[in-house]
């Protein structure tokens, strides 16, 4: 067998380091390629709602493409190359939306987590932990699932766990 330095999971490049910057490299070209594409569109007369709208379902898509799974692997580099499209795509035209590469992700973050903690037959749904019985209610809290412990550096990396102690003091 070939020893291998980085793997492609469901499209998403994973190196040995668990580090995806190399999935960022991928998707940021695949990105900017799409956005000649859709501008050659624009320059063969297509409006431009018609290209915001073939750059949202594109280009987002592929940026936020499973993001609540590689994003806790991310670097602010990466974070900051995305952002950076962004603006560059915004200056053309093509993205009129407010949102923020960040934003983007939290709600991507958001949805998937909404739906594993409310659909009883989510295959995600097994890994939470169990809902809390405490009758202490010191704080309120964003849900009521007991918080577990964070070991290692690599556990709030996990989606779930980030999740879990989003917004918590």
Not at 40 to 47: A, D, I, N, P, Q
Not at 94 to 106: C, H, I, K, N
């Amino acid at each position: 067998m070939a020893r291998v330095t980085s793997l492609k999971v469901l499209g998403v490049t994973v190196t040995e380091r668990l580090s995806v910057t190399e999935h960022v490299d991928d998707v940021i070209n695949s990105c900017a390629r799409s956005m000649y594409a859709i501008s050659v569109l624009g320059s063969h007369g297509m409006c431009v709602p018609l290209l915001q709208q073939v750059f949202q379902s594109v280009v987002i898509s592929k940026l936020t493409y499973v993001a609540p799974a590689w994003l806790g692997f991310s670097t602010s580099a990466d974070r900051q190359r995305i952002e950076t499209f962004l603006r560059r795509a915004a200056r053309s035209g093509l993205w009129a939306s407010a949102m923020t590469a960040e934003e983007l992700v939290d709600d991507a973050d958001e949805r998937l987590f909404s739906k594993v903690r409310y659909c009883a037959h989510h295959v995600l749904e097994e890994l939470l932990p169990p809902a809390s019985d405490s009758q202490h209610n010191l704080r309120k809290r964003r849900h009521n699932i007991t918080l577990p412990d964070k070991k290692g550096h690599l556990a709030a990396k996990n989606f779930i766990i980030r999740l879990l102690y989003k917004d918590t003091y």
